[in-house]
């Protein structure tokens, strides 16, 4: 018989692991991601490929060069913001760009800060807004999605629904007049409309959602009080004067609400640690991506807001406990 | 445009002035009142924060040497009598000599001497392990192993050996400030006086129980025999609870005692090779 | 269904002894009796070198307020007091017995008889309990006749029975349930009288269906007495989650069950109870489990006090081949023995075997801020952040975050999809902040 270990309790432990979460949040990504290959043909492939394959490439060569520690290249976390990464850019960014973003989003975002687990921003989010204010024309340039073809040349671009939305408004016209010059509610939920690789069905990204939630990858919290605070927020000012704002559900459907709010703020590591200081973090989300979205001078706002209350995240756990045992006495 | 000019200036300004105003008044109500001794202390002091004063920090030993005004009972292990002497000629007073300390392992169970019977799995952590059993040899005294001595140290003064899986103290870098005996939660490392050209002479084993009970976890255990007692010409070494313990104060160098003892476990550090004796041996051989 | 709402987790319960009557043990030949089988103060031992003993005498004296007597569970000669190594994993002192015959204390009753009614007095029931050294039989060990004592300002309005056994692997208390449901109910019912309550709950998970059923038949014939079923969540079986399941009052922070009103003893704690005042009977053997995935016959043993844990090992068919890790008590809380000869105590639940690739944690990997150590912890804490502050030795902090409140129940380092060694690193807080506390206390 070899020797007895010892060990504290317990001693047995749950089949959960990294690299189980991490390749749960690949396969949750799929529908979106079969959607976007769909509507925007090789590009959304080549540029999809090229960011996974160059965000593993970026880690290992940091892992085993730089940091000279363990190679966690396989562990998915690198391939989710790889995919991410793609999902934020439209679809005619050339690919050497897609490979810079890939570099900062894992150089800069990640490793600087001691890798998985230790970054308080979000990498694909810090490679998205890298790309996004060096290279502003070819970030915002935005092909029309087609039908599905081999061909890479011939792309029709025009802006995306919140662009015109924003541009519309601010020439003075009526929100319900600019509205005549996008696709209807039903063409947007399933992806036909301009915008970034990934964000543009809504529909798919709820599906990849669900899927995350039913396998407790992500809870309910920060989705549901994001996309609340949306809602309320677009809603009130909707009420107040529809004329020049438009309806909740436009701003739910359309740009990176979805994608930010089912993936992009639910990132284990940028996210909050207690239930209650997820729907703080949510809400402030929710909030910010209105601001920007109505009154700032971008027509979308989701990178930022959930950049933004990243870095509020540590304040937010340093205040906000989860409830413990005990702490209130009640009355017998 | 000149008028947008004139605002942006005026506002900017006035802001600005506002705001030295405030600062002004509230550095003024906050203002702390030190002694630029203290300073002045401070630089001379190796600045590593090790506590090996017993204080927490350069900065609170050089106030409390200020507050004092002297320089009695205060001492600097890192900085040694050197930085003493300096602060001294800086305030004027007379400096103390201290005798160099080094910090000394009591343990020599190397996976060779005590054989692991167990394996731990857990926090690599040493006061973990110490709550949870007796160590992977068997011997609740002896070190086990997990660094918590090498994570404390300040100075890179120590490292694990891989073979034996114990700590080995270099002792050109040991300044012998004590946070290694403060975070072994077995009291295995202990200060000694560093001794001329650092040689020392010790009890490498730190084991009260019975000799018949320490010999089965460990090869290299003291047993308590006595016979080093006997050796000693000096009454240096006393015998407690089969622990023999060698009072450093006492001990005269003398290199009597480690052969005698039947396991081994004093251990002499920095001595010249013997030489006699294996001349002995030769002609015994002979 | 009732249970508790903060945390929890399901671990695979593998009650694979869950069916295997208890079985009485052989007595062994020489048995190893440690003087700290409880929390508290150590036993002083009454006997000597060579001293005859005969089975429940006296061999210990609690004589400290917390502690518990020790009685010998073999007749025969005592062979030494000497340092065995015992379940902690250290050399304690044990009283080492060579067994002669089986020649019993002639006050004890042995016949099988049910003795239900009890003329004693609240006072000369919690006397008896502590002359025979009943304690916990929970795996905690407090001194039960402490427990029964309601301070003084206190008042205890309820008696919760815990049958939850929560623990995976452990069917001890279920066959208990099973096969002396008759006594333990008496048991209670003393309980009840030593107490001055009117009501008792007997606490019992759902994956038992068969011991709700047995008890909740016989229950019906005891004033007071009802049993509750609750849904199977880990570690329901600690003190402050079973009241807050079944009574859904919560325990303060720091404070003892008695602050809500309720008193919460072990379904064979009940028993022994049972015995001791109804029959004179000391604590002197209880049931442990013997379980594993490989082990030929899982089963339950009813065992002396002080028989080697090889000697249960080699009754339920030995020890398989490629075992990896052998544990005492359950394997959320249990803990891992070094000695395979160290002996059974008085909170020795089960004895585990794990075959060698059980054994390795997940490999460690950093920590990747998923939560869910918070959304498992069943006190409410974050055991990621005690865990990281324990490690930077910022004691004073761990206290603020309640670092105490911890019942170490393992649900963080179970859950863990990282591997890291929270409860570990935890434990050494406690430790330390313990440390700190009582020399705050003493100043």
Known sequence: ?332 | MNEITLISVISLGSLGAIAAIVLYFVAQKFKVIEDPRIDVVEEKLPGANCGGCGLAGCRALAEAIVKAESLEGFSCPPGGNEAMKDIADALGLVAEESEPMIAVLRCNGTRENSPPKVKYEGATTCQFAHSLFSGEGGCPYGCLGCGDCVLACSFDAMYMDEKTGLPVIIDDKCVACGKCVQACPRNIIQMRKKGKKSRRIFVSCINTEKGGVARKSCKVACIGCGKCVKECKFEAITLENFLAYIDYEKCKLCRKCPPVCPTGAIHELNFPPRKEKKEEKAQENA | MKTFKIGGVHPPENKLSKDAAIEVLDIPKTVYIPLSQHLGVPAVPVVKKGDTVKTGQLIAKGEAFISANIHSSVSGKVAKIDDVIDTSGYRKTCIIVETEGDEWEPDIDRSPDLKEDCSLTPEEIIKKVQEKGIVGLGGATFPSHVKLMVPKGKKADILIINGVECEPCLTADHRLMLEKAKEMLVGISIQMKALGVEKAIIGIENNKPDAIKHISELASGYKGISVESLKVKYPQGGEKQLIKALINREVPSGKLPIEVGAVVHNVGTSLAVYEAVQKNKPLIERVVTVSGSKIDKPSNFLVRIGTPVSALLEASGGIPENTGKVVNGGPMMGKALNNLDAPVAKGTSGILLFPEREVPRKPMLNCIRCAKCISVCCMGLEPYLLAILADKERFEECENEKIMDCIECGSCLYICPSGRPLLDNIRVGKNKVGQLMRSRASN
């Open chain 1, 1 to 332: 018989m070899s020797l007895l270990t010892v060990s504290g309790s317990p001693h047995v432990y749950s089949k959960e692991s990294v690299s189980k979460i991490m390749y749960g949040v690949i396969i949750s990504l799929i529908p979106a991601m079969l959607i976007s290959f769909y509507f925007f043909s090789l590009a959304a492939i080549l540029l999809t490929l090229t960011a996974v394959v160059s965000c593993m490439a970026f880690e290992f060569l940091i892992q085993k060069y730089l940091i000279k520690g363990p190679v966690t290249v396989f562990d998915g976390s690198a391939i989710i913001t790889g995919i991410l990464l793609a999902f934020n850019v439209p679809s005619s960014l050339p690919l050497w760009m897609m490979v810079i973003g890939s570099a900062v989003a894992i150089g800069m975002g990640k490793m600087t800060f001691g890798g998985l687990g230790k970054n308080p921003f979000n990498p694909a989010l810090v490679g998205r807004v890298f790309l996004l204010i060096s290279f502003p024309v070819e970030m915002t340039t935005w092909p029309k999605p087609t039908e599905f073809s081999t061909q890479l040349t011939d792309v029709v671009t025009g802006p995306t629904p919140l662009a015109v939305m924003k541009e519309g408004i601010a020439a003075g016209r009526d929100a319900s007049e600019v509205m005549a010059e996008i696709p209807s509610y039903v063409q947007m939920l399933y992806g036909n409309m301009g915008g970034s690789i990934g964000e543009i069905s809504a529909i798919a990204l709820l599906i990849g959602g669900i899927y995350m939630l039913a396998r407790k990858i992500i809870t309910w919290h920060i989705p549901v009080s994001y996309i609340g605070s949306v809602v309320i927020f677009s809603g009130i000012l909707w009420l107040i004067n529809p004329e020049i704002y438009v309806d909740p559900l436009f701003h739910l459907i359309t740009g990176g609400m979805m994608l930010g709010a089912l993936y992009m703020a639910t990132d284990m590591v940028t996210s909050p640690m207690s239930a209650k200081g997820m729907i703080v973090f949510g809400i402030g989300c929710g909030v910010l991506t209105m601001v920007i979205r109505l009154f700032g001078a971008y027509p979308e706002g989701v990178s930022f807001a959930i950049l933004i209350m990243n870095a509020f995240v540590p304040l937010i756990n340093t205040y906000i406990k989860p409830k413990r045992f005990g702490e209130e006495v009640k009355d017998v």
